[in-house]
């Protein structure tokens, strides 16, 4: 018998706010799922210096929120993701250009070519993504 532990009034919320802490773990279940907590603290033991508690709680926050769900697997439990990664993605952009940039991407192109030189790889595909824009109007 599968049980599933996910609040239905989050799950119909539209946008999940996750923290940066939160992402990191989403990450790994976004890369494969279903895991078991156990699977998640192996899978970060070689990208962050956290402590197995701390993983445990960041996934209890996610399944608080709506982002995971758990199904119970004997004695354990199965995560994975309800929050698809493209719309936490798309979210997280809008915000950011929201924010900083007065939703505009061309001053963010033209930040980050200021800040940090842009490859000829960078370039070629800034080019390429733009004559594919000008093609589709």
């Not at 799922?33 to 993983?55: F, K, M, S, Y």
């Not at 996610?62 to 993605?89: I, Q």
């Not at 929201?98 to 939703?103: E, T």
């Amino acid at each position: 018998m599968s049980l599933d532990y996910t609040c239905k009034r989050e799950r119909m919320r539209p946008a999940v706010d996750i923290s940066d802490a939160e992402s990191v773990v989403m990450e790994v279940l976004w890369e494969r799922h279903p895991r078991t907590a156990e699977e998640v603290v192996a899978a970060l033991a070689g990208r962050q210096d956290w402590q197995e508690a701390t993983i445990k709680t960041l996934l209890n926050r996610l399944l608080g929120k709506g982002a995971l769900r758990a199904e119970r697997d004997g004695r354990r439990y199965l995560y994975s993701p309800l929050l698809e990664r493209e719309a936490w993605l798309s979210r997280q952009s809008e915000s950011l250009l929201a924010r900083l940039f007065d939703g505009r991407v061309a001053p963010l192109v033209a930040h980050f070519s200021r800040q940090r030189k842009l490859s000829a790889q960078d370039i070629a595909e800034l080019k390429q993504l733009i004559e594919g824009l000008d093609d589709g109007q």
